[in-house]
């Protein structure tokens, strides 16, 4: 059985991280699985992951873990080199696939062992690449953080020998960003998966009493209904728009789940919005409860790379609405409703009035066709396909 080894440096409470388990789950019947787990204290703070004999990130009963720590991936520039080295030489893996370009600093290193490896008969292993958008190659030309992330980090991705990518959109990006090198080399759009065992429609939805009393449970008293909103506190999030749909709507609290920056505090504050509740994240399973219980799910981003939280709370029977742009308008189109321009509040507020009247907002075939296409078994068959196809 060929080898692959994932390198993910993010835990299973984020996108990436459960995005790898899920890329574990999709060739583990085909590949003998490896993963690489780079620990720092940002993403893995749970005491029980400790350096010396703690549990690792996740149960590895379908896949052998790997684990290495630093303080943080940037003063893991040099210092994680070596371990990537080691543990490809190690595993001696036909494929190496890094789960997101900010490792692409580390392909140099797997391709020297690999390198290492031909000679001494082992495989002659290919790298891989997974691409999600061109936010941080674009969005940010003055800022000196991503200036240095891009030079040291991220531009070495074109030194990857395939790529593949979560949407059309983020292919057409990135590839005019990098240039012909990624464009003409081997690669496939292979989406983004839903774990169907997790985010799964509830036989009957939930009730009125049991969603008041879900929402009292989290300190949430006192609103007749429930909105939810998950992303990173970055601008093109559009989180201003959502906030801006909770002063619209003072008796329905507006849950998000992602960090409270300072700059969010004080919109709260000045706005004085009393039914924002804010939680840093979720497991997939509390997110899910959350999706159950929640009226509409609100996702008004200006730029997304696929769109991923809408389409699992449709996944899980709650209808979404979402800003009608790049990813999220090839995705959602037809399947619920998309605003356009995205940062009128006011148009996410009359969908919400739809859905509390009882309206059906979700077009439920165009959207089980989605659900099809995200499916764990298309996701599978579509990355096992790319893979067979380069080793």
Known sequence: MKKILFICDKNECTS??????????????EFDTHVLWMKTPKFFPNPEHTAEGGKIVADPSTYTAHEVWVKSLYTGFLSL???????VRKVKPDVVFFIRPELGFLISSAKKAIEKNKREGGPDAK???YLHDDFAETQYPHSIKFILLNKFYIDPTINADCFV???EWTKNAVCKHFGPRMANAPGAVIGCPIDGTVFKRLEKPKTAEEREAFRRSYGIKNYK?????VGLAEPRKNVETYYEMARLRPDVAFVRVGKLTQHYRDIINAKKLYNVFHFPEFNAPELREFYYHAE???????????GLPPVE???CGTPAVAGGTTSLLENLDGVCPLIDPPTDAEAYAKVLDRVLAGEKVVNEEKAQALLDRVSIEAYSKRVVDFLNSIV
């Open 16 to 29: 990436f991280g459960r995005l790898t388990l899920n890329l574990v789950r999709s060739v583990a019947k």
């Open 81 to 87: 080199r070596k371990p990537v080295y080691d543990c």
């Open 127 to 129: 790298s891989v690449l």
């Open 165 to 167: 990518f979560n949407s």
């Open 225 to 229: 209904a429930m909105c939810v909103h």
């Open 296 to 306: 509409l799910m609100v996702y008004p981003s200006l730029l997304e790379g696929f």
């Open 313 to 315: 709370a449709i996944s």
